[in-house]
Every structure is written in C-alpha cells, then in structure tokens.
C-alpha cells in the first residue's frame, strides 16, 4: 500500500521525465530496466522471507493476538495469502510512473478499479464456499494485484517501454531513486503508518476490531483509490515542468485546481459513506460468519474513517507541491509530527470509543496533516488561493446535503438491509447511489458549477 499511494512515483517520475528530456527515450528505457529489476529483487525477496517468516510478523505486528491460538493462526494464514500483493503492487507502481511520464494517466487511474472489483467478486462469491470466509478477501488482494499488474503490459509495450531484467546494482539512477524514495514514503503515506499502528491497538480490543477497522478501510479504499494516488500524480509531472519553467503563478494555479476538485469529489463521498454505510456494508459483507452485529461495528468505524477523506487525499494533492520543487525535509517532518499526534488520539480514542476511535485518530491525523502542508505551502508563497473559494464551498455544501438527504430517505429503516438476499440489496442500492450521484452534480450543475471548468484548468 505504500507503493500504491504514489510514494514511488514522486520519487521515480521527476527522474525518469528528467532522463527522458534531456537524454531522450532510449537512455529512459535504460533507467527503467535497471530499476525494474533492482525492485523485482528486492521486493521478490521480501515477498519470500515476509511468508517464511509470518507468524513472527503477527507475533510483533499484533501482539493482542497471542493469547487466542485460532486467531493467530488465521491472520498468519492471511498474511501469507496476502504478502504477494507486496510484488505486484511494486511492479504495478513502476507501470505506472512510466505511463504518467508519457501521459497515460487514464491507465494508472483506471487500475485500482480492479483491485475494489476483486475484493467485491471474492466477498460475494468466493467466501460462501470457504471455511474462514476472511480468507476471500486475502484472496482477493492477491488477484486485484495481479489483475492491475497484467491490465498495464500491454500499454507499456505501445509505448516500447516494457521493462527487461537488466541488473545492475551500482547504477546511479537506482541509488538517486532509493535517496528519494525512502523519505517519499514517509511524507506521502503517514495515513497507511498510522493504521498499522492502529492494528496494533486494536488487536487488545474485543475480538473483531481489528476485522471491522478491516471493512471499513476497504470501503474507504474505492474513493481514496480512485482519487488520491491518481490526482498526485498527474499532477506532480505538471508541477515539476511549471516549477523549472519559473511560472510559480501556473504552479500556484495547478496546486488550487487540485484541491478544487479533491473537495468537489471527497466531500460528497464522505458524506455518502457516513450516511449510507449500513447498505454498502450490508450489500458487500453481509452473510455467513459476518453478522449483523458486525455491520453496525464496521458502520462505526466507517463514519469515524469517512471524516479524514478529504484529509487523506488532500495530502496526496499538497505534497507533491513541495516534492516538485526537491524539498523533501518539509513534508517529512510533517509527517512525523503528525504521526505523533495520531497515536496519542488513539491511545486517548479507543478509550471511550473502542475501534472507533482508531478510525477517529486515523482520519483526523490525516486532516492534520493535510492542514500543515497547506499552511506549509502558504507561507511560502508556493500557493496562492483564487478568488471565489467561499462561495465554491457553499455550493458543494448545499449539494452535499441535497444528496445526503435523498441518501437518508431513500434508504428507509436500516434494518431493511440486514435481512434478504445479496442480490435483493443490490437490486435496491445501485439506483439509491445512482440517483443520489445524479442529485449531487445536477445540484452543482444548476449553481453554476460545470466540470469541464476542471479539465481546462487541469490540462
């Protein structure tokens, strides 16, 4: 997951797009294969040792586990299923920068559809069959990676830009790549860290917290897949060319159309996922050993994820603004702090509000963060608000409410959801999402909102 939220790319594409202009593509195809192959090893490796070694991974991971054998048992066996996810997602990154740097950007923002669609296709008709129904969802990761990595090859060779195992260990481009990666990582996924540590926590709450924080995180990843790793990087291309041009105006221009459309989008998300959480998770997980007990924890989590949304891809949209300019030491330190800050929330949190407030911690951390690199960035003078931010929010906060109430009515008891098949819940949830969609932008739309103010901005 580290890999998948951008950390990689911010460090990989100002590379790679710098090799490609001033030396041209054959010496960027050489970058590619030397890099490529260095992380194939590297990450094949780790793959290797990471299910060799799974049960003395949970042991530290989630050491609340110990005490309950059949628990500790079952995550090893997810971790091992899962730990392969770790390969294809490295490979699936690396397509990625590569198509941005040749502006592919629909491929890259396309693929983590297929992970969500995984996990969706497993939990409705794999995980009746087995005999820990979790395990579906292991499977699941498995195949979304695979799934994403086998979706983009065929790009790559459109553009002749496959990679082939070429290693080469003391090459420069693969050291000058590791140097920025490592601190990316830090600065851009101090969201991911903090729901590692939350797993630990968790994991001395009442048997399935950590499962709920689970659910609710795979809820969170269809907007936060779609939107947050897609927006910073094709946004980070444009900010480096804007930044070694001089246009600081255009820079400070792109850094606004990027949070103009995180909030036209994560906004009404947050709000459809705290409203109508009770239907999706019913929809998506409700059957054999998932109860509805189980729902309304997940449910609570979810409510308490969905308040950080814009937080956790308004920081994928604000870091790249000092990533492009090679200050990497700013949003670090950020990052840290903020990390911090999180696992006091959660040692305070989870007191009063179980594996709740966890999930509270997680997405305020996010907001927190997300606020300091925005401040960051004001302050030194790098961005600059456009005129008209105040009434661009009324609007958005009047269509939210729009749709949140047709979300509420046509929703009815939530009891409704917990009862029927799969099949008749989502009979009846497309067309409520559908139509509350359909409220939303056409609510926009008569305020004076058009989305192809976006793309002219964005292009």
Same mark, same amino acid.
């Given at each position: ?287 054999? +050993?998932? =109860?509805?007990?189980?729902? %309304? &924890?997940?449910?609570? /989590? !979810? ?7 814009? @937080? #956790? ?21 950020? +990052?840290? =702090?903020?990390?911090?800050? %999180? &696992?006091?929330?959660? /040692? !305070? ?7 709740? @407030? #966890? ?101």
């Amino acid at each position: 997951r580290l890999f998948a939220e951008g950390a990689f790319s911010q460090a990989f594409v100002p590379l790679l797009a710098d090799v490609k202009a001033q030396h041209g593509d054959e010496s960027a195809k050489s970058l590619i294969d030397h890099v490529s192959s260095f992380l194939t090893l590297v990450v094949f490796i780790t793959t290797l040792l990471g299910i060799i070694f799974a049960p003395q991974v949970v042991y530290l991971s989630a050491p609340g586990f110990r005490a309950d054998s059949v628990k500790f048992h079952t995550t090893v066996d997810l971790l091992r299923v899962t730990f392969p996810y770790i390969f294809f997602i490295t490979l699936v990154s690396l397509s990625a920068g590569i198509l941005n740097t040749w502006n592919r950007f629909w491929i890259p923002a396309f693929t983590p559809v297929l992970l969500n669609l995984s996990f969706i296709l497993c939990a409705l008709f794999l995980a009746p069959h087995l005999h820990a129904p979790i395990m579906a969802l292991a499977w699941g990761a498995l195949m979304g990676g695979l799934f994403q990595l086998l979706f983009q090859i065929p790009f790559l060779k459109h553009i002749n830009m496959l990679p082939r195992f070429r290693l080469a260990l003391h090459d420069q481009g693969v050291r000058r790549v590791l140097k920025l990666m490592a601190p990316a990582i830090i600065g851009v996924s101090v969201g991911q860290i903090s729901l590692l540590v939350s797993t630990i926590f968790a994991s001395f709450l009442p048997t399935g917290s950590v499962s709920w924080l689970f659910y609710a995180d795979r809820l969170m990843e269809f907007p936060t897949g779609l939107l947050g790793a897609a927006l910073g990087t094709i946004l980070l291309p444009s900010l480096v060319k804007h930044h070694s041009l001089g246009h600081e105006d255009r820079y400070s221009d792109l850094l606004d159309w990027g949070l103009r459309l995180t909030l036209v989008l994560t906004i009404p998300a947050a709000a459809a996922l705290a409203v109508a959480g009770i239907p999706l998770i019913s929809t998506l997980f409700l059957r054999g +050993a998932f =109860m509805e007990s189980d729902a %309304t &924890q997940v449910y609570h /989590a !979810l409510i308490a994820y969905s308040l950080g949304l814009t @937080g #956790l891809i308004g920081v994928k949209i604000l870091a790249p603004g000092f990533y492009a300019r090679q200050d990497i030491k700013t949003p670090v330190k950020i +990052a840290i =702090m903020v990390l911090l800050i %999180t &696992q006091i929330m959660n /040692a !305070l949190f989870m007191q009063f509000f179980a594996h709740a @407030g #966890l999930a509270l911690a997680t997405g305020l951390g996010a907001c927190i963060n997300a606020t300091w690199l925005l401040l960051g960035l004001k302050k030194r003078g790098l961005y600059h608000a456009k005129a008209g931010w105040p009434l661009y929010l009324f609007k958005i906060a009047v269509a939210t409410l729009i749709m949140s109430a047709i979300l509420w009515w046509g929703q009815g008891s939530p009891s409704l959801w917990l009862t029927g098949s799969t099949l008749e819940r989502l009979i009846r949830l497309i067309p409520l999402l559908t139509i509350a969609a359909i409220s939303y932008f056409l609510s926009l739309w008569l305020m004076g909102i058009r989305f192809h103010h976006f793309k002219k901005e964005g292009a």
